[in-house]
């Protein structure tokens, strides 16, 4: 035997009754009783466990599964080749989750698993099934939407604060990713108050309010709930960021606070009522700070100008003023402002409390309503079979909205009803229409003269601008 093969061998048989001695000293330990530290991990652990098991089943009936359904027209050839359309049939489009939120058949989604839809149907986790027997609203800028079923024997889910909720704190997502029915994720808030990320509408993304958690968010949970331990709703999944489409670990989910907001305001004014106050608005930094005999770490925005007879003009709000709080919400950038205006409803007195030259005051305003703002400075004409509000798109609507640099005719959206065929199809106030089919829009008059030829039974196809993008939208009956 060589030398190279006796060391080899020798090497082998060392290694072979070290891994066997190692194998009965680990068969010793593993029989015997963890340490006293190790069982008191193992019991927080199981803990830990218990609460996920019981927060998963406490909420289980409560959560939907929602399959939507559009018509689409057969088509088939002949004998000849040619194409040949046929009557239209429902056929599934979309997947999404809900949750209960009330005993009389109330549920809650996103809009974005709702719009388009021609029938929705809703699947209870105990296997009955039910037609949407009317959808009560949509926030298109939201992504919420508000159906109703017909079903007895529901039981809804608990409201939190989310206004409350810690980053760290854990989270379940509950929904049906990819179909699959009741799927449970875990994770923790990662982050609140996200903005600024363009997720439903890239125009809207200063009005955004994300709560980001590292639950496992997929297709199909889009409208189903994240709650804590307790069992309570905290959000409504509604997003993921992600370059494959599947999750990475960063989701997002709508505050319920917010949600509660958006439900009430459809289901009792069947849309929903934006607060508005009035003013433009600038970062506070340190160096305007020290100029406005602040201390440089103070928080807050700084009033650039005041829209006339606006809210904010009738509570005594002056340019240079440094806004610090609205109701009891702190306001630490012109984003934080906006959300808090915008949640409160219309008509409200809230407190503002704001620094002037360096002094503290505070004001009473009484909340606008941002749509009787557009109609307000824009004025329209209002047509009830359509359940919109337009109005010709002028210079200086377009130098308002920030419109400056498109050159284009148009009508403008200046108000819109929550049911309307046109806010079914996703159009909000502040759209532009400029052309209905192959046609152009140049006023009001072309507008309703192009929309009153059109068969709406079959869809009509409209030219829309919104956030300086160009895009298409259908819009039937």
């Not at 489009?93 to 209960?100: A, D, E, N, Q, R």
């Not at 997929?218 to 599947?246: D, H, M, Q």
């Not at 010709?392 to 148009?410: H, N, P, S």
């Not at 199809?425 to 009153?452: C, K, N, Q, W």
Request: with cysteine; net charge negative; charged share 25%.
């Amino acid at each position: 035997m060589s030398r190279m093969s006796l060391v080899f061998l020798l090497a082998v048989t060392t290694l072979v009754h070290g891994v066997i001695g190692s194998c009965a000293e680990a068969q010793n330990t593993l029989g015997s009783d963890p340490p006293e530290r190790v069982s008191e991990d193992l019991r927080y652990a199981r803990s830990l466990s218990k609460a996920f098991q019981w927060a998963a089943e406490h909420v289980e009936p409560s959560v939907v599964h929602i399959t939507s359904q559009a018509r689409v027209a057969s088509i088939r050839r002949d004998i000849f080749g040619r194409r040949l359309i046929g009557p239209e049939t429902l056929r599934p489009t979309g997947l999404g989750s809900g949750v209960v939120v009330s005993e009389d058949g109330l549920i809650i989604t996103n809009n974005h698993v709702v719009e388009d839809a021609d029938r929705l149907l809703v699947r209870l986790s105990d296997g009955r099934e039910f037609e949407v027997t009317h959808i009560e609203g949509t926030d298109p800028q939201r992504d919420i939407a508000v159906l109703k079923i017909d079903a007895t024997g529901l039981q809804p889910i608990e409201f939190a604060d989310s206004e409350n909720l810690e980053v760290g704190e854990w989270v379940l997502a509950i929904g049906s990713p990819f179909g699959f029915e009741n799927t449970v994720t875990a994770g923790i808030v990662s982050a609140t108050g996200r903005r600024g990320i363009g997720l439903v509408s890239e125009r809207y993304k200063d009005y955004e309010d994300f709560i980001q958690t590292d639950a496992a968010i997929n297709p199909g949970n889009s409208g189903g709930p994240l709650i804590n331990l307790e069992g309570k709703l905290v959000g409504i999944n509604t997003a993921i960021a992600s370059r494959s489409g599947g999750s990475v670990g960063i989701g997002f989910a709508i505050p319920s606070q917010l949600v509660r907001s958006v439900m009430n305001n459809l289901v009792e004014q069947g849309r929903v009522g934006r607060g508005w106050l009035g003013v433009t608005m600038q970062e506070l930094t340190p160096e305007l700070a020290r100029s406005f005999n602040l201390d440089e770490n103070q928080q807050g925005v700084v009033v650039a100008s005041v829209v006339e007879d606006s809210p904010a003009e009738q509570a005594g709000i002056r340019d240079g003023d440094v806004i610090v709080m609205i109701g009891d919400r702190r306001i630490d950038s012109a984003r934080s402002l906006i959300t808090a205006v915008e949640t409160i409803p219309p008509r409200t007195p809230t407190k503002i409390r704001l620094f002037r030259n360096g002094e503290p005051h505070e004001l009473t305003a009484i909340i606008g309503d941002r749509n009787e703002r557009n109609t307000r400075l824009f004025g329209g004409q209002e047509i009830d079979w359509l359940g919109v509000t337009v109005a010709t798109l002028d210079e200086r609507a377009a130098r308002e909205l920030g419109y400056r640099d498109v050159d284009v005719t148009g009508v403008l959206i200046t108000d819109i009803q929550a049911r309307s065929p046109l806010a079914r199809a996703g159009l909000e106030p502040e759209d532009i229409i400029y052309g209905v089919a192959d046609y152009r829009v140049t006023d009001v008059d072309s507008f309703v003269e192009l929309m009153s030829r059109a068969d709406l039974r079959r869809g009509v196809r409209l030219q829309v601008i919104r956030g300086l993008r160009k895009g298409y939208v259908i819009v039937r009956e």
